[in-house]
């Protein structure tokens, strides 16, 4: 069983920047296929960026050329730069782990999220 836990949020104001990690803990054998997703107050959880175990990246357009995902396999651990942030970024963020690319979303491990606010 993998565990994922995020951290990183915070308030920010627009034009920012802000980097959220992602540390994934458990029985962890090789590279996971781990992303993002956000949920903004009265709206759907919104998928940004998957990285899968080969290292393939795909991107949600509303966050492409301003997000980037990355990781760092020997701390087990994905980050989410996220650069220009805008007051339409607030949300949870959410990152999930699945020790598979062909683990469906709903049965990857999710972590708890953490809040990003932009505002002036």
């Known amino acids: 069983q993998v565990q994922v836990v995020e951290s990183g949020g915070g308030l920010v104001q627009p034009g920012g920047s802000l980097r959220l990690s992602c540390a994934a803990s458990?029985?962890?054998?090789?590279?996971?296929?781990m992303g993002w997703y956000r949920q903004a107050p009265g709206k759907q959880r919104e998928f940004l960026a998957h990285?899968?175990?080969?290292?393939?990246?795909n991107y949600a357009d509303a966050v492409k050329g301003r997000f980037t995902i990355s990781r760092d396999d020997a701390k087990n651990t994905l980050y989410l730069q996220m650069n220009s942030l805008r007051p339409e970024d607030t949300a949870v963020y959410y990152c999930y782990g699945a020790t598979s690319d062909f683990v469906p979303r709903g049965l990857a491990s999710w972590g708890q999220g953490t809040q990003v606010t932009v505002s002036s």
């Open positions: 990285i899968s175990t080969g290292g393939n990246i």
């Open positions: 458990g029985s962890i054998s090789g590279r996971l296929a």
